[in-house]
């Protein structure tokens, strides 16, 4: 493991892209604020060397291509302990929309598709008033392939999208998960989102969350080789 203080980000960017390469992964990054009263911010990061058996994922917009690869994702999904989507959500009409809007991103391990996530364009949470921040996007369709689960591929795509949004100067991340969803839980509280509501939706109880983030937290270069975590552990 690897923490690695720095006070140019530039440089910083540059040797995570370059430890990435050697086989390590930035797990967690912060800004320390070691200097007041001046604009001077440290960056602090943790690296770790990937297992050698675990994937090596990339994170990208999805593809017309990748849509029956995603479909595949959310029909096995489907079958799992703690999943609430049901026969007819989420289907092929979901993928084309969320395609046609560039609101689609998958994460693959060499050219299998190996998770996706959706930004949803039309904040179907807009109308509950619990949420602090209202300049935000709503995330949804988190899905791992089963052989993937347990690497932490989903606090990586979610941490992948807080840095779009970022870059588009979004002041919040919204989500809702369903309180019978454990594991999608603790990963949205590992992430840094908060429970600030509760909803009865589709026959199921869930939890509303938000996220903040921080748009002048870490420059586009090491996002990019990064998944950037805003609380300690």
């Not at 440290?42 to 593809?63: H, K, T, Y």
């Not at 990748?66 to 096995?76: G, I, P, R, T």
């Not at 609101?103 to 179907?124: C, F, H, Q, R, W």
């Not at 969803?181 to 939890?207: C, L, S």
């Amino acid at each position: 493991r690897i923490v690695y203080v720095s006070c140019d980000p530039a440089t910083l960017g540059r040797d995570v892209a370059l430890l990435k390469e050697r086989g390590y992964r930035l797990k967690n990054a912060m800004a320390a604020d070691l200097f007041p009263r001046c604009a001077h911010v440290e960056s602090i990061v943790c690296l770790s060397r990937e297992e050698a058996n675990g994937p090596n994922p990339n994170f990208r917009m999805a593809q017309q291509s990748d849509a029956e690869h995603v479909l595949s994702l959310y029909q096995s999904a489907k079958n799992s302990a703690f999943c609430v989507w049901n026969d007819s959500y989420p289907s092929i009409a979901e993928i084309a929309h969320d395609l046609e809007t560039k609101n689609l991103y998958v994460m693959t391990d060499g050219s299998k598709i190996i998770g996706a996530i959706s930004v949803v364009p039309e904040n179907e949470l807009d109308g509950f008033d619990c949420w602090t921040n209202r300049d935000g996007k709503e995330i949804a369709r988190v899905v791992v392939d089963k052989a993937y689960q347990g690497y932490g591929l989903s606090f990586e795509m979610v941490q992948s999208v807080a840095s779009i949004l970022r870059e588009n100067s979004y002041k919040a991340i919204h989500l809702s998960v369903a309180k019978s969803n454990i594991p999608a839980y603790k990963t949205y509280i590992k992430a840094g989102f908060k429970v600030i509501g509760e909803a009865e939706m589709y026959g199921n109880d869930y939890y509303l969350m938000e996220k903040a983030i921080d748009t002048n937290f870490l420059p586009k270069q090491i996002a990019d080789e990064s998944v950037v975590c805003l609380t300690r552990e």
